[in-house]
């Protein structure tokens, strides 16, 4: 039931920044475990952060540990995405994704629970 909306995509060179925020309707986001997945051109689908359903506890795809940050506001129904220090291999169509678990985060089978996309390009 619950719809998610991305933004804050653009074109950045290396070693620049962005957030991305992703606002949810239709259920409180404390309901659901919520991260972002990456697409990259040519490539699987990814995890890149995740936020647990239980108590909050952030996880982090190895390679953009110390440079990525993922946080929630639940008076906004908001999580967002900082991105620092950004490299090229970042480039890729990043998704907001509400799930049941953690672990259903990576279910891309589901077609549920998905927003529509933002795309980021860093430029080297």
């Known amino acids: 039931q619950v719809q998610l909306v991305e933004s804050g995509g653009g074109v950045v060179e290396a070693g620049g920044s962005l957030r991305l925020s992703c606002t949810a309707s239709?259920?409180?986001?404390?309901?659901?475990?919520m991260g972002w997945i990456r697409h990259p051109p040519g490539h699987d689908r990814e995890f890149v952060a995740g936020?647990?359903?239980?108590?909050?506890?952030?996880y982090y795809k190895n390679n953009v540990k110390g440079r990525f940050t993922i946080s929630r506001d639940i008076a906004k129904n908001t999580i967002y995405l900082q991105m620092d220090k950004l490299k090229p291999d970042d480039t890729a169509v990043y998704y907001c994704?509400?799930?049941?678990?953690?672990?259903?985060?990576?279910?891309?089978?589901?077609?549920?629970?998905w927003g529509q996309g933002t795309q980021v390009t860093v430029s080297s």
């Open positions: 994704r509400a799930s049941r678990s953690l672990v259903r985060l990576e279910d891309y089978s589901e077609t549920t629970g």
């Open positions: 936020i647990s359903e239980i108590d909050g506890q952030q």
């Open positions: 239709g259920g409180s986001i404390n309901d659901y475990a």
